[in-house]
Nanobody, 114 residues
Framework: QVQLVEFGGGLVQAGGSLSLSCAASGRTFSLYNMAWFRQAPGKEREFVAAISWRGDSTYYEDSVKGRFTISRDNAKNTVYLQMNSLKPEDTAVYYC???????WGQGMQVTVST
């Protein structure tokens, strides 16, 4: 199993930036692909971004391409999500995820005001 603890999030005006981080423990973090998902009120959880175990491949949902950046620091067992040019429709609870174990972080609220 992998335990995930998220940090960051909060309230920001449209056009602003926020950063999320997710610290992993319990397994060799560097061996596993990582991902971020989000869930807006009344909507299903959706994919946001993913990164390969070495960090050399990244994938993004179309609406966040060019605005969000996923990265990782395997020495710190941490994955990051830098969110720029935020829009009100980015408002959601954001979760980090390890596909290999089906492990989820506790979720962090991101609220973008107009």
């Amino acid at each position: 199993q992998v335990q995930l603890v998220e940090f960051g999030g909060g309230l920001v005006q449209a056009g602003g930036s926020l950063s999320l981080s997710c610290a992993a423990s319990g397994r060799t973090f560097s061996l596993y692909n990582m991902a971020w998902f989000r869930q807006a009120p009344g909507k299903e959880r959706e994919f946001v971004a993913a990164i390969s175990w070495r960090g050399d491949s990244t994938y993004y949902e179309d609406s966040v391409k060019g605005r969000f950046t996923i990265s990782r620091d395997n020495a710190k067992n941490t994955v990051y999500l830098q969110m720029n040019s935020l829009k009100p429709e980015d408002t959601a609870v954001y979760y980090c995820y390890v596909p290999s174990f089906g492990s989820w972080g506790q979720g962090m609220q991101v609220t973008v005001s107009t």
